[in-house]
């Protein structure tokens, strides 16, 4: 079985009022990542203060706090997120100014979602569309290809995964591809509040189940992700590790009624791989599973 890959995702959009241990000037996120991966962490993903800068600003910021990062371990797999913007060169554009300065991966979203919380009612309230079209995804893989960057690819919902293994299936997917199943939890990760308003299949062994179904044959690097939960205490990161999958973990998707730290989360991962017996994967050796182009 391959080494186990950890993905750090250390701080997205959670608040320090949710959580007083995230991450959030260049200068903590770059401690953090650091920290992270001496904890065993091979990938860390982080989000900028702002997701309305783009383009060469938006640059600028990250490589406040990823420029140190690199400096001290080269190897580092770094990705950030999207910007807001009206099209894919506003949303998108600024990794290819990433990829220029040293950061080897990049946001792939195949797909659209609904993300909302819930009203007094308990039904879905204030939300919004986090859209990306066949076009922009098309868009996105030449960006990806053009710029050598090996694509992060969220699964927000099963027709994601569909699109997915269509452009694997038609040799267009970019080298490097590594395939996170983003399971909705029982927290809303917009507010962090207790809700069944949310996304995509639950954190379950059935409905990892059918991410496999759709998965086998394909030869994918996969990771499972509990979006507003506890990953490991849903019981996805034992069976990930058990199945040749790998984790991600972090304050960005934590979703529950304490306050734990990265490294304390990143622990409990690498705790169950050592007890199932599998070695935990360093940046350089996830380098060479994903087969990173670069």
Known sequence: MP??????????????????????????????????????????????????LTGDAAVARYMEGYAPILAARPDAILWGTVATGPDAEARFGHYRGLARAGVRMGAFDP????????????????????????????????????????????????????????????????????????????????DGKRSAVTFGLPPTERALDAYLELLDGSGLPWAVAAIGDDVVETGLARLAIERGGHVRVGLEDFGGDHTPTNLALIAQVVALAERAGRAVATPREAAALLGLPR
Not at 141 to 149: F, G, I, K, Q, V
């Open 111 to 190: 797909g659209s979602v609904n993300l909302g919380t819930h009203g007094a009612d308990g039904l879905p309230g204030q939300s919004f569309v986090y859209a990306t079209s066949y076009r922009d995804i098309a868009w996105l893989a030449a960006l990806h290809e053009e710029e050598r960057l090996a694509p992060a690819i969220a699964i927000y919902e099963p027709g994601w995964l569909r699109t997915t293994l269509a452009y694997h299936q038609a040799g267009r997917l970019p080298a490097g591809a590594f395939v996170k199943l983003y399971f909705g939890g029982r927290y809303n990760f917009l």
């Open 3 to 52: 080494p186990l890959i950890i993905e750090a995702a250390l701080n997205g959009a959670t608040p320090r009022t949710r959580n007083p241990h995230v991450p959030v000037t260049p200068q903590e996120i770059a401690d953090a990542a650091l920290a992270a991966i001496d904890a065993g962490a091979a990938i860390v993903h982080t989000h900028i203060e702002r997701m309305d």
